[in-house]
């Protein structure tokens, strides 16, 4: 059989030859003290990327989000993200667990936050009532299908929760992603937030790492509670210097990954039973319901698995799957024939 076709996710990016060179080179250090000469030059290239003080590197993009969530509150109080945050529904509750605080969803249509959503679900200042700390942005959205979050719009929730003394957090695991969706820099769409995470290991293509930026005095108590949760590493160079490829080379090809995208939904949508509008596709995430064709996104995947393709399923009758730098266009068709052949004998 051909090699697997794998669009779970973009997580399943292997490291390229270069990542892995670069890693059997890296100059290392105790980065427990702070002397690993190589995560240190990732750190700051990924401040001066992001135009902010500092940054830290961290095991994955949930460690990152908890600590920013821990940084930025205290125990009882509430953080304001979408309902199908990956905060909320992917992270087992670590915001409650670890950090003490609530989640208080709203629902974003197409995952996309504004202030108009954002104002009805901040709690008076009131004693009896649990306080607003945050407000977290996801960009891309994953589950809504990598859409991207309108820098105007997060601006504006900066400006007017600050005027409120609320913190805004942006989970930007995809934010490269964003950035090359909007034609901006990662700068501008991030522009306001008090602190982003970002994910190297997703399409950037690192194996393991996320960093997370923001005011040195932040990221500095985010280095407390890093060790507090067994996250001080050691010789970690080792992934930075991976990681810093994946920062600076991987970006610009994730506009090819956008194209097949595009490609992947403009063929989807001609397949009898599949619900998708290729005009939403705007950058690696496909989200698309299958109900038409009589069968469940598990079973359709199950088939798909013996053709020698990996698709997400995420829910019912509905799928989940991205493209990377990992599927190149031959791979796309041959998973849209492998799918087209696997809805006909359904
Ligand atoms: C993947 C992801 C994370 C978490 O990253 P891990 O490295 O898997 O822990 C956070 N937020 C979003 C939106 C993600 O897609």
Known sequence: MEAVVDMRSDTVTQPTAEMRRAMAEAPVGDDVY?????????????AEIFEREAAIFVPSGCMGNLLAIKTWTQPGQEVICDERAHINQYELGSMTVVAGCVPRTVRAPRGVLSWELIEPAIRPKVFWYSQTALISIENTHNMAGGVIQDPKDTQEICERAHERGIKVHMDGARIFNAAVGAGKSVAEMSRGCDSVMFALSKGLGAPVGSMLVGPRDFTERARITRKMLGGGMRQI??????GLIALEESPKNLKRDHENAR???EGLARVKGVEIDPKQVQTNVLVFGVRGTGRTAAELAAKLKEKGVLWNPAGGYEFRIMTHCDVDR???ERALRAFEEVVKAA
């Open 34 to 46: 702070a002397e690993d000469p190589t995560i240190n030059k990732l750190q700051g290239r990924a």
């Open 237 to 242: 160079g080792i992934l930075g210097a991976a």
């Open 263 to 265: 490609f992947l939904a």
């Open 330 to 332: 031959a791979g796309m």
